[in-house]
């Protein structure tokens, strides 16, 4: 198969030894099947980082706020994009609609931000940071960026760059993997 580690094979930097207990376990158990172990590790630890370091920050950074990362992601988009449809903010934050309707009213009922609905459709929700929802993302995105530095300070400037670009390839790729399979759900149709 290719691309696929075999249990000889080694991964990242340091080889075998490299891999984390998790890694081990699998490679112990399924070793023998034909599957392709490299994939797997690398959304498999793409996984577990995410999850990591959105655990560290919301216990670093923003549990002082009583915020979760969604909230704060919510936040810091509309500090960069300002007033937004909820629906927008929605696929910016990157969750469901019905998750983003949640945090906005826990986001409004603390004074964070403001909701209008469109003049042209009522239907039409939009989002906006008030002033307090402006200074606490203003407030908290400096340490938030520090901690961002910290987790990946063990890896040097160039690497952080390819670290981003390969992520970026992986975010090209799904999306249009999930523009595909919508494109053929569409023409099966109803």
Request: charge should be positive.
């Amino acid at each position: 198969m290719r691309g696929a580690l075999s249990r000889g094979d080694t991964a990242g930097r340091g080889g075998k030894d490299d891999l984390l207990p998790a890694e081990r376990k699998v490679m112990d158990r399924l070793g023998r099947l034909p599957l392709d172990f490299r994939a797997m590790a690398a959304v498999s630890n793409l996984f577990r980082a995410a999850t990591a370091v959105r655990r560290h920050m919301e216990a670093q950074i923003l549990a002082g706020d009583r915020l979760s990362w969604t909230s704060f992601a919510a936040l810091w988009v509309m500090w960069v994009w300002g007033r937004m449809e909820l629906h927008a903010l929605a696929a910016a934050v990157g969750v469901s609609r019905p998750t983003t309707t949640g945090v906005v009213a826990t986001l409004k009922r603390r004074g964070f931000v403001h909701t209008e609905r469109g003049t042209a459709d009522a239907r039409t929700v939009f989002v906006a940071l008030t002033p307090r929802g402006r200074r606490t993302i203003q407030r908290l995105f400096p340490r938030f960026n520090s901690e961002e530095a910290a987790v990946v300070a063990t890896l040097a400037s160039r690497e952080q760059e390819a670290l981003a670009s390969l992520l970026r390839t992986v975010l090209r790729t799904v999306d249009g993997v999930m523009a595909s399979a919508s494109g053929r759900a569409q023409k099966k149709g109803p």
